[in-house]
């Protein structure tokens, strides 16, 4: 199994990129190889300083450098020879089973599109984040921040890739569905809601349980939280710029400490061929590493193949 890492991408790349690497290699089973995509030349001479042997990776040499506030088509198109690049070429070839990077988000998006492409059948793919729950467990969310405006049969097969998610990578059976909404009857919302509950409410294809409203959201009403990726990416910034200011007052609460980022690491894009990982561009190393370790997970899953059979 390898896994593809792009160390040029993120607002302090390379180095957390390579510090969240060589954490990885005391997670990682050895049957795992980190592929490093970028300057090899920084990297090696990186590891030297850090006294880690160069042979615990493979390298993979880029020239560019996609920036974060370059167009993401034209970047791709103009940098063929980008970290981003040669990753998404590097999946396509299945040469790596998984792509990572902190660095543009669009251009990943863009990437999986154009590359890998999505699974025949889905509209939309879409990325998730990880809901903490009070009792404990984690729920997730999607989407967060690629589909700002979505149709409603767009939000009904985000219940389907967030159920196989939830149920084939964290191990929640028949994952509980809410459609977040102001309210939890079934007229409640605008015309999308209002149509996308529509769709949703007698299916057979997952368990929904209806609308849930976002003071339920760390509850154990849902397992996942369906909605488009305006209302989603409002949603995560502030439920991290809440535990910002909770960490600035010096508040140490075990369960609020669980809206870290850095435990999670990344989201996978759900609904393309193959995997494709996204971390925040602030990432710090021990994101980096968390999210090589859930990329193991994933392909482990066979994530993308189960998502294939239930579309086909």
């Known amino acids: 199994m390898k896994i593809g890492l792009d160390i040029m991408g993120g607002d302090f790349a390379p180095k957390n990129c390579l510090d969240g690497a060589i954490m990885a290699l005391e997670s990682l089973p050895s049957n795992v190889t980190i592929v490093l995509i970028g300057d090899s030349e920084k990297a090696k001479n990186y590891l030297k300083e850090k006294g880690v042997a160069e042979d615990k990776f493979e390298f993979i040499h880029a020239t560019d450098v996609i920036e974060m506030g370059e167009h993401p088509t034209k970047a791709l198109a103009q940098k063929p020879h980008s970290s981003i690049s040669i990753g998404f070429k590097l999946l396509k070839e299945n040469t790596i089973q998984c792509f990572g990077s902190g660095g543009n988000t669009g251009a990943m998006l863009v990437g999986s599109m154009f590359s890998v492409k999505a699974v ?31 149709k409603p049969d767009v939000l009904y097969q985000f219940a389907i890739l967030g159920s196989i998610f939830a149920k084939e990578v964290y191990k929640i059976n028949n994952p509980k569905v809410g459609l977040l909404n102001i309210g939890e009857e079934p007229e409640k919302g605008n015309l999308v809601a209002q149509a996308a509950h529509s ?114």
Do not use: W
């Not at 889905?122 to 984690?138: A, D, H, W, Y």
């Not at 154990?220 to 200011?245: H, P, Q, R």
């Open 199 to 312: 769709l949703m409410k007698d299916t057979k294809d997952f368990n929904f349980i209806g609308n849930i409203e976002g003071s339920e959201a760390f509850g154990d009403k849902a397992d996942v939280i369906v909605c488009e990726g305006f209302t989603g990416n409002v949603f995560l910034k502030t439920a991290e710029a809440f535990y910002s200011m909770i960490k600035k007052r010096d508040i140490n609460d075990s369960y609020f400490n669980q809206f870290n980022y850095e435990l999670y690491g990344g989201t996978p894009i759900l609904g393309v061929n193959s995997n494709v990982m996204i971390a925040h561009g602030k990432s710090s190393p021990l994101a980096f590493k968390n999210m090589l370790v859930l990329s193991k997970d994933i392909i482990e899953a066979n994530l993308n193949e189960k998502i294939k059979t239930v579309f086909q």
């Open 120 to 150: 025949p059948g889905v509209i939309r793919p879409c990325i998730t984040s990880l809901l903490p729950k009070e009792n404990g467990g984690f729920g997730i969310i999607l989407d967060v921040g690629t589909n700002a405006d979505c």
